[in-house]
């Protein structure tokens, strides 16, 4: 049986290797990004380049989208020269971007009366995991369409779990932001703790994720603040764009969030001073702060 064809829609930093792993896995790839010069970079690794999404569609049986915030979802899938324009009957789209789980809904429905299946599929696992092929994706939609490109989701990802129908896998995906956010809180708190304290932070952060505090926050942020880089990986944007995501379906659900809503407070102080293109793990300045105490070095 001949190998699925492959569109790829946004090539930033996860749908870069994601797109590479799809290729390295034996699917023909074609893709498109809105900034040119990131396209270059693909066709290095075997990539065939198309002038919009809409060509994208029309050269492929799966279209993936990792973009940004909903608007930029809605922009490559329903616009003049989108997905939905050049995707033809059974085409299955996945989009993998973080947005709400009401938008992904509409757009399955559009999706759906264009005879073009939908499934949503967030994932997890950083740009460490987009690199090594080890996200978590959690998928939402029907799961014989699941079946039908579970082998190129494989080629991303370890953990490929069908959460339920359209939506429910961001509704998972808002959980592990949750857990994100307040995990990444714990950590910038123990290296302000350590610091001050003055034991030495490598010896805390080695013992510590290997206990029960440990995390994939503190195994993997700890390390790149102690080193001085600041470097998105997750960007602040892109986690205040998920926390404000979670904070508006749990005030639908009238549930109170404190913890979640601390994070998003204080993400919003680096965002003040204009940290929104640094890592998430910058948050690590706002203790700093608060707490006077050095922890980067090198600034
Ligand atoms: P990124 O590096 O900023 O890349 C964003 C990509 O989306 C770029 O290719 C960008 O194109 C494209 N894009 C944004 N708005 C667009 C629009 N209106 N029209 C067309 N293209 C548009 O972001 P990322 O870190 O890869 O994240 C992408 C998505 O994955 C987000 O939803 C994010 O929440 C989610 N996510 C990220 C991580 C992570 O660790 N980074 C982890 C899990 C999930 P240009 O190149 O032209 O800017």
Redesign the pocket.
């Known amino acids: 049986m001949s190998k699925l064809r492959v569109g790829f829609?946004?090539?930033?930093?996860?749908?870069r290797a994601m797109a590479r792993n799809i290729h390295q896995a034996g699917f023909p790839v074609t893709v498109w990004?809105?900034?040119r010069s990131?396209m270059e970079e693909a066709t290095a690794w075997g990539a065939k380049l198309a002038d919009s999404p809409k060509q994208v569609a029309e050269q492929s049986d799966v279209v993936i989208t990792?973009?940004?915030?909903t608007?930029?979802v809605k922009?490559?899938l329903t616009g003049e020269e989108g997905v939905f324009q050049g995707a033809g009957n059974g085409v299955v789209v996945i989009d993998?971007?973080?947005?709400a789980a009401e938008a992904e809904r509409e757009l399955a429905s559009q999706a759906k009366a264009l005879g073009i299946d939908y499934l949503d599929a967030?994932?997890?696992?950083?740009?460490i995991g987009?690199q090594n092929g080890t996200l978590s994706i959690m998928v939402g939609g029907e799961a014989k369409v699941l079946d039908k490109v579970r082998s190129i989701l494989e080629a991303m990802g370890q953990r490929i779990v069908h959460c339920g129908e359209v939506g429910a896998g961001q509704t998972v995906k808002a959980c592990n932001q949750i857990l994100c956010g307040l995990n990444l809180l714990a950590v910038v708190e123990a290296l302000s703790y350590a610091k001050k304290a003055g034991v030495d932070v490598e010896k805390m952060i080695e013992v510590t994720t290997q206990g029960a505090g440990g995390s994939w926050a503190l195994a993997n942020y700890a390390p790149r603040i102690i080193q001085g880089d600041l470097d998105?990986?997750?960007?602040v944007e892109?986690i205040q764009?998920?926390l404000r995501i979670v904070l508006q379906e749990a005030e639908q659900m009238q549930l109170p969030l404190m913890g979640t809503a601390l994070v998003q407070q204080l993400l919003r102080s680096l965002q003040a001073h204009g940290g929104n293109p640094d890592g998430s793990h910058a948050l690590i300045q706002v203790m700093e702060q608060l707490g006077n105490v050095e922890i980067v070095p090198n600034k």
Do not use: E, W, Y
């Open positions: 829609v946004g090539l930033g930093i996860m749908g990004n809105r900034t990131k990792i973009v940004g915030d608007p930029d922009a490559v993998m971007s973080t947005i967030p994932v997890s696992g950083g740009d987009a998105p990986g997750f960007s892109f764009k998920d």
